[in-house]
């Protein structure tokens, strides 16, 4: 019989869980374990349970068996890292971005926000007026819209996607972007895309649309189709801006959402 006080078996404790959280982190998921070292360890805690506070104060009897040395860790993998994390990485590497001229009159940097595991992104060209105030994507009417489409339409929530821009940065009178800011900018929405892995990307936009396809087809033309992006189903369709200014347009783009849907269900 051994006898430790309580705060010796606390350290003791601590130290354990210390080297298992190490082991955690460098890949190990388990231990194989033989079925005596469990029949042992189930019966910790019950051996001597009637003698537990007689004369015993702040010391802590231990009694029973000690386990047999026949531990061994299984093979360690490497587990993959959190897609949020992944993300938190693409956002430090951006940083105060400088890489373009864009940087030079924005307020915010409009990086993305939603669900890190989405299955479905949506994508536009660029930040608007109100993105660039807040530094979030996708509001005012546009984002309004963009919302009844995916609450009403799909029964997803916006937390339930992920929604960013092509650029992310706003272009001063909301031209559109030019080569040299797209080419700063796509290198970090294609990492966002490998860390967030969807299988459906959607894109909002005859811009947003030309600058992943690198095409100069109208998206009259492009949308209704599928598409591959790093190996991601890609759906073009109109701008929730376009619907507003032409509502008739609204079936087209239900009829792509229903794509994806039907892939997806």
Partial sequence: MSVYTKKNVASLIGEVGNYFRFLAEAGCQGFDCSAQSLEILK??????????????????????NLVPCDLQPVTCRPLPPAPCNLLTSVRAELGNCRRCPLSQNRLHLVFGEGNPQAKLVFVGDKPGIEEDRSG??????????????????????????????????????????????????????????????????CVLGETAAQILLKTDLPISQLRGQFYDYMGIKLMPTFHPADLLRYPEKKRAVWEDVKKILRIEN
């Fill in 43 to 64: 019966s910790w805690g019950h051996e001597g349970a009637g003698n537990r506070g007689q004369g015993a104060g702040n010391r802590l009897q231990v009694t029973g």
């Fill in 136 to 201: 979030k994507p996708f509001l005012g009417e546009p984002g309004q819209l963009l919302t009844k489409i995916i609450e009403a339409g799909m029964k997803l929530s916006r937390n339930q996607v992920y929604i960013c821009d092509a650029v992310k940065c706003r272009p001063p009178g909301d031209r559109n972007p030019k080569s040299d800011e797209i080419n700063a900018c796509l290198p970090f929405f294609n990492q966002q895309m490998a860390a967030i892995k969807p299988d459906f990307i």
